[in-house]
């Protein structure tokens, strides 16, 4: 599965950004899909996560109430939409398709990352 992680960009604090996940193969479909972050000089974290059918969405405490996750099977997408940024959201942002159908806040339980896409939120 290859992944196309797109729409980051420069924005100011306040801001919204719709980032968007783009897999290579329909399989994408039955798996759980996950966005985590990594900001400059910080180790990787977890964003947000959804479940092969959309039912089920999870987020980091962060984000909570700012961003959502969904995806279109049918597009083999996954979109995060972000608003309110903040400047502490300023990252690069990675999508990754979850071993089983379901994801989690854990790296490990992923087995594939698209290459990134860089959210940088001005104050």
């Known amino acids: 599965v290859q992944l196309q992680a797109s729409g980051g960009g420069l924005v100011q604090a306040g801001d919204s950004l719709r980032l968007s996940c783009a897999a290579s193969?329909?399989?994408?479909?039955?798996?759980?899909v996950g966005w985590f972050r990594q900001a400059p000089g910080k180790k990787r974290e977890f964003v947000a996560t959804?479940?092969?059918?959309?039912?089920?969405?999870y987020y980091a405490d962060s984000v909570k109430g700012r961003f959502t996750i969904s995806r279109d099977n049918a597009k083999n997408t996954v979109i995060l939409q972000m608003n309110s940024l903040k400047a502490a959201d300023t990252a690069v942002y990675y999508c990754?398709?979850?071993?089983?159908?379901?994801?989690?806040?854990?790296?490990?339980?992923?087995?594939?990352w698209g290459q990134g896409t860089l959210v940088t939120v001005s104050s």
């Open positions: 959804i479940n092969w059918s959309a039912a089920t969405t």
């Open positions: 193969r329909r399989t994408f479909n039955n798996n759980g």
């Open positions: 990754a398709v979850a071993r089983l159908s379901y994801g989690s806040e854990y790296e490990r339980d992923y087995a594939y």
